[in-house]
């Protein structure tokens, strides 16, 4: 079975070519233009991988990838013409996996996707179970006694929170 990679990016002659790319080393590809679009797709469907611009019309990719980590530990890979260090360092402290500068090689872009994919490769995450609930962090599931209990991402993220501090007393902020 193939990774399946998102690639958002607001520039439809680099979203082809990407997806074209990508399609031809093997991998499925669904994209979005925006970070609302994004976040949507991340949610609904995760992939295995995420090819990421930090420039999007509605937002900053930074906040992307900020808000996936919350919830997800799918890689990240940045894609941005903003090749300044801060903006390098702003992105991989909100947990990109790796960043790269356009323009790139796509070599160079799918080496650095294969090297993501092997990193991710090794299920950190586990899957918890505490009574009757199960939650499998990485597939982003929960059910209880055996059926699915659907929740938002913001439900899933308190949830994953709460289930890997019991005992504790969590504040917000």
């Excluded at 906040?63 to 996936?68: I, K, P, S, T």
């Excluded at 801060?86 to 799918?110: N, Q």
Aim: hydrophobic share 45%; glycine share 6%; aromatic share 2%.
């Amino acid at each position: 079975m193939s990774a399946r990679v998102l690639v958002v990016d607001d520039e439809p002659q680099i979203l082809r070519a990407l997806r074209t790319s990508l399609h031809g080393a093997g991998y499925e590809v669904e994209t979005a233009e925006t970070a609302e679009g994004a976040l949507a797709a991340l949610a609904a469907n995760p992939p295995d991988a995420v090819v990421l611009d930090l420039v999007l019309p509605d937002g900053s990719g930074t906040d992307v990838c900020r808000e996936l980590r919350t919830w997800s530990s799918t890689p990240v890979i940045v894609l941005s013409v903003v090749g300044d260090e801060a903006e390098k360092v702003a992105a991989l402290d909100a947990g990109a996996d790796d960043y790269v500068t356009k323009p790139f090689g796509i070599d160079e872009l799918l080496a650095r996707l294969r090297a993501a994919l092997r990193r991710a490769d090794d299920p950190a995450e586990p899957i918890i179970e505490v009574g009757e609930l199960r939650i499998d962090l990485e597939k982003r599931a929960v059910s209880v006694s055996g059926e699915p209990v659907q929740l938002t991402p913001h439900e899933f993220a308190l949830l994953r929170v709460l289930a890997r501090n019991p005992g504790k007393l969590l504040t917000h902020g």
